[in-house]
């Protein structure tokens, strides 16, 4: 077993990835449900394929056959995350995901000794969600170790969003946002906080998002309180107040399926190669004992780029056996300065 398979390759992001494995001499094997677009992108790529579906748990099973590893691309992953695991458990097969849904991060966290007895990493937020900021909470986390509160603030430039983000956004529409308090992940109103955060070059508004570290933080650097905060424009800050108010309308199937339509019709498969090649963004991480404060500033690359990079140099790791067995985080598994490797990536002290 030497390869790596990619489940939902021909998504925006599967795309992304597949083409940058294959840049720098991996050769993964393809997987998803569409058969047509699986082999349009095998072909254009010269690469083997497998076509089936989650739901068939013996294709499933085959499927795995031959690959060391899968890294999970199909969303949302709320609802295609455990078949995968499950399956990679039976065969004791690597699993790593690029989702950022905490509900997800908790259901691999329960599986942990699980996956320590089948000598397997399962390693979730393999892309933009988690990896920068896990690293950069774990970087300031080690130095300051009496820290008892981690707050996160994200803010894309020239960034874009891929339909399939959009439409898992959608689907969680009418989910309360959370935050850990005390070691316990806390449900709290959509938009619960709104602040002015300074990323140095620009203050921005943010609101409070359920964002992946809220659960994989914890992990990484043990401080029980986090919340996680993201850089939006005023009108979708309105909305997600608004949408407190909508009640059952926002979990109407008829209406999610309606704006699903929109979003389809509204936005292009994802961000434009400019985007993808210009854009950037900034996370501040702040952590705090009650007394003193302590500040940390990342730059990357644009969101899916940096998807891209980092989830194929973990699976070019775990190929080349640096893993370790049971639930991890990308800073627990592969040290905080994981991130440092990658081109664009600057990290700064901040000093208050």
Same mark, same amino acid.
């Given at each position: 077993?030497? %390869?790596? $398979?990619?489940?939902?390759?021909?998504?925006?992001?599967?795309?992304?990835? *597949? =083409?940058? &494995?294959?840049?720098?001499? !991996?050769?993964?094997?393809?997987?998803?449900?569409?058969?047509?677009?699986?082999?349009?992108?095998?072909?254009?790529?010269?690469?083997?394929?497998?076509?089936?579906?989650?739901?068939?748990?013996?294709?499933?099973?085959?499927?795995?056959?031959?690959?060391?590893?899968?890294?999970?691309?199909?969303?949302?992953?709320?609802?295609?995350?455990?078949?995968?695991?499950?399956?990679?458990?039976?065969?004791?097969?690597?699993?790593?995901?690029?989702? %950022?849904? $905490?509900?997800?991060?908790?259901?691999?966290?329960?599986?942990?000794?699980? *996956? =320590?007895? &089948?000598?397997?990493?399962? !390693?979730?937020?393999?892309?933009?969600?988690?990896?920068?900021?896990?690293?950069?909470?774990?970087?300031?986390?080690?130095?300051?170790?009496?820290?008892?509160?981690?707050?996160?603030?994200?803010?894309?430039?020239?960034?874009?969003?891929?339909?399939?983000?959009?439409?898992?956004?959608?689907?969680?529409?009418?989910?309360?946002?959370?935050?850990?308090?005390?070691?316990?992940?806390?449900?709290?109103?959509?938009?619960?906080?709104?602040?002015?955060?300074?990323?140095?070059?620009?203050?921005?508004?943010?609101?409070?998002?359920?964002?992946?570290?809220?659960?994989?933080?914890?992990?990484?650097?043990?401080?029980?309180?986090?919340?996680?905060?993201?850089?939006?424009?005023?009108?979708?800050?309105?909305?997600?107040?608004?949408?407190?108010?909508?009640?059952?309308?926002?979990?109407?199937?008829?209406?999610?399926?309606?704006?699903?339509?929109?979003?389809?019709?509204?936005?292009?498969?994802?961000?434009?190669?400019?985007?993808?090649?210009?854009?950037?963004?900034?996370?501040?991480?702040?952590?705090?004992?009650?007394?003193?404060?302590?500040?940390?500033?990342?730059?990357?690359?644009?969101?899916?780029?940096?998807?891209?990079?980092?989830?194929?140099?973990?699976?070019?790791?775990?190929?080349?056996?640096?893993?370790?067995?049971?639930?991890?985080?990308?800073?627990?598994?592969?040290?905080?300065?994981?991130?440092?490797?990658?081109?664009?990536?600057?990290?700064?002290?901040?000093?208050?």
């Amino acid at each position: 077993m030497t %390869g790596f $398979l990619i489940y939902g390759s021909y998504g925006y992001t599967g795309r992304l990835i *597949a =083409k940058h &494995a294959v840049s720098i001499g !991996l050769r993964p094997v393809l997987a998803g449900r569409n058969g047509n677009r699986l082999k349009q992108q095998a072909n254009a790529l010269g690469l083997d394929h497998r076509c089936f579906s989650l739901e068939d748990t013996s294709a499933l099973d085959d499927a795995l056959t031959g690959v060391k590893a899968v890294l999970h691309c199909a969303g949302p992953f709320t609802n295609t995350c455990l078949p995968m695991v499950q399956a990679c458990l039976r065969a004791r097969r690597h699993y790593v995901d690029i989702s %950022g849904d $905490l509900d997800g991060f908790e259901q691999l966290v329960a599986l942990d000794d699980q *996956a =320590k007895q &089948a000598r397997i990493m399962l !390693l979730p937020g393999a892309g933009m969600d988690v990896v920068p900021t896990d690293c950069l909470s774990a970087h300031l986390g080690m130095r300051f170790k009496n820290a008892t509160h981690l707050k996160i603030f994200i803010s894309n430039v020239h960034g874009g969003i891929s339909r399939g983000t959009a439409r898992s956004a959608v689907s969680r529409m009418d989910r309360p946002g959370f935050i850990r308090e005390a070691g316990i992940i806390t449900a709290v109103p959509s938009a619960w906080r709104v602040l002015d955060a300074d990323f140095g070059k620009h203050k921005r508004r943010v609101v409070s998002i359920g964002w992946g570290d809220v659960s994989t933080a914890f992990y990484s650097t043990g401080i029980p309180n986090i919340e996680t905060y993201m850089a939006l424009p005023p009108t979708v800050i309105r909305f997600m107040r608004i949408s407190r108010m909508l009640g059952p309308l926002v979990t109407n199937h008829f209406v999610k399926n309606l704006i699903n339509g929109l979003v389809g019709w509204v936005l292009p498969p994802g961000p434009s190669e400019w985007q993808n090649n210009e854009g950037y963004t900034l996370i501040i991480a702040e952590i705090s004992d009650g007394n003193e404060i302590h500040r940390a500033r990342l730059r990357t690359p644009a969101p899916y780029r940096l998807t891209a990079l980092t989830s194929v140099e973990i699976m070019k790791r775990i190929l080349s056996s640096d893993f370790k067995p049971g639930f991890q985080t990308p800073s627990l598994a592969y040290e905080p300065d994981f991130i440092m490797q990658f081109p664009g990536v600057t990290r700064d002290d901040l000093i208050e």
